[in-house]
T-cell receptor
């Protein structure tokens, strides 16, 4: 079974600086998808960014980018120019090719210091 | 697009009572998921449906839990009888599966407290 590990329960960063959240996963599959979701205090899960394993190019969405290292099974999220509104729990998630369900990591709580 | 709608937002009940959580997926989506979130176990998939048919219910904890999807626009998750250890936030999510990565769209969740 696939597993997703987020080794940083909590992270903090100064406003306007850059922070990187770590995620590793375990799978024997070659085709899969990876996601980062954000859960602010409002509780709703919001998709931040996604990456297809067959793509070598790292995904980017505005201030959010990933560092996808397939051989190392690593999928980190970089947030540039951190803003107060970025404060939230961040979850890394995995989905197999052809499967629809997501397997989530335990989450990283990100605090933004003004 | 109204998003995934869950009700109630909060539910407090006594042990032994029946609890029913409701979900309306995004119109046109063909897959629906029920997740449970707790501090100890994180986000766990309970069950998911594809075209109203249950595909994988291996995450349903025990027979006290049941889920139905009578049509494409409505699903319920029922716990009978409820126990204190069922206290958690229950999320419903939907997606449109067209091949490839299909992001899940989550509702705001139902916080269940069983006393």
């Amino acid at each position: 079974a696939q597993t997703v590990t987020q080794s940083q329960p909590e992270m903090s960063v100064q406003e306007a600086e850059t922070v990187t959240l770590s995620c590793t996963y375990d799978t024997s599959e070659s085709d899969y998808y990876l996601f980062w979701y954000k859960q602010p205090p409002s509780r709703q899960m919001i998709l931040v960014i996604r990456q297809e394993a067959y793509k070598q190019q790292n995904a980017t969405e505005n201030r959010f980018s990933v560092n996808f290292q397939k051989a190392a099974k690593s999928f980190s999220l970089k947030i540039s120019d951190s803003q107060l509104g970025d404060a939230a729990m961040y979850f890394c998630a995995y989905s197999s090719e052809g499967a629809q369900k997501l397997v989530f990591g335990q989450g990283t709580r990100l605090t933004i210091n003004p | 697009d109204a998003g995934v709608i869950q009700s109630p937002r909060h539910e407090v009940t006594e042990m032994g009572q029946e609890v029913t959580l409701r979900c309306k997926p995004i119109s046109g989506h063909n897959s629906l998921f029920w997740y449970r979130q707790t501090m100890m176990r994180g986000l766990e998939l309970l069950i998911y449906f594809n075209n109203n048919v249950p595909i994988d219910d291996s995450g349903m904890p025990e027979d006290r839990f049941s889920a139905k999807m009578p049509n494409a626009s409505f699903s319920t998750l029922k716990i009978q009888p409820s126990e204190p250890r069922d206290s958690a936030v229950y999320f419903c999510a939907s997606s449109l599966v067209t091949g490839g990565a299909s992001p899940l769209h989550f509702g705001n969740g139902t916080r269940l407290t069983v006393t």
